[in-house]
């Protein structure tokens, strides 16, 4: 009996190594909300230049942001969707089990749309990034 009590211990001291570390890591984040990243660009560009080019273009930002409200929409209703299953499995009553099943196909339905979504945003991001580069290549031959 020793022994499985001093592994298990050892298990739980490991564990919390684990989780001290864990929060450490955290809490050094947190600490450090300030922190920027450096932007490398193929093309050359200085980190003034992009940041030009990101203040130049308020429409691209526009469409962003539309596209990720989009996907937290969804994201915000799949969470409402898997409480209610939740709820209604730990119900245990036969007509909220029945419930479920429409419950997690529109779930289904969902991830594909938000699947759906990202692949615009980065579909139309990547079209934007391909056509500064033109412009900017553009630019520089003159």
């Given at each position: 009996?020793?022994?499985l009590h001093s592994s298990s211990s050892a298990a739980e001291s490991t564990m919390e190594d684990l989780s001290n570390h864990h929060r450490s890591k955290n809490?050094?984040?947190?600490?450090?909300?300030?922190?920027t990243t450096t932007l490398s660009t193929t093309n050359g560009e200085s980190?003034?230049?992009v940041e030009d080019a990101e203040?130049?273009?308020?429409?691209?930002?526009?469409n962003l942001n539309k596209?990720?409200?989009?996907?937290?929409s969804v994201l915000d209703r799949n969470r409402l969707l898997i409480q209610?299953?939740?709820?209604?499995?730990?119900s245990r009553i036969h007509d909220n089990m029945v419930k479920n099943v429409s419950l997690i196909q529109e779930l289904n339905g969902n991830i594909s749309k938000v699947a759906s979504l990202y692949s615009d945003?980065?579909?139309?991001?990547?079209n934007?990034?391909?056509?500064r580069s033109k412009n900017n290549s553009s630019r520089r031959d003159k």
């Open positions: 009996m020793t022994p809490h050094r984040r947190r600490r450090h909300p300030s922190t980190d003034g230049e203040d130049a273009d308020p429409e691209v930002w526009a596209g990720f409200r989009q996907v937290q209610q299953v939740n709820e209604n499995q730990q945003i980065n579909t139309h991001f990547t934007v990034c391909q056509q």
